[in-house]
């Protein structure tokens, strides 16, 4: 799958669009998104973005940095474990999570994924173990 072939496939999300995410990169192993706040998107403390949203982050980057290592055998099989560490409250405008696949075996990928602010600060980092299926 090329990238403009996945960049396609990620704006047929509804949902996406509406809250202001892109998918900016996409490779084997490898994806960045970013997140244009707008009102849809919830506040959390201070007016910061709310937590909930990044964890949603972790999980959308991490899969659209698995999507292009996927072999014809294999197929998605879901978010085993998703755990995310609050490092500072999200104040920008606009924030990007960059999703790094640290390991992808038979059946699970590990990948690490951090948030920035628009200013290059992390802000919150997060771990994935996702499930990949054999298919028949």
Not at 46 to 61: K, T
Not at 116 to 129: W, Y
Request: glycine content about 10%; hydrophobic content about 40%; charged content about 25%.
């Amino acid at each position: 799958m090329t990238f403009e072939d996945q960049q396609r496939r990620f704006e047929t999300n509804p949902l996406w669009g509406k809250i202001g995410i892109t998918l900016e990169d996409a490779r084997p192993g490898y994806a960045r998104i970013a997140l244009e706040r707008n009102d849809l998107v919830p506040s959390g403390i201070g007016g910061s973005i709310h937590g909930g949203i990044l964890a949603a982050l972790i999980d959308i980057a991490m899969l659209e940095s698995l999507i292009p290592s996927l072999e014809a055998h294999e197929q998605a099989g879901g978010t085993a474990d998703l755990n995310i560490t609050y490092m500072r409250p999200t104040m920008t405008p606009r924030i990007t999570a960059e999703a790094n696949m640290i390991r992808k075996g038979r059946t699970l990928a590990v990948t690490e994924v951090e948030i920035k602010d628009d200013n290059g600060k992390l802000c919150a980092k997060g771990r994935t173990l996702y499930v990949i299926r054999q298919k028949a």
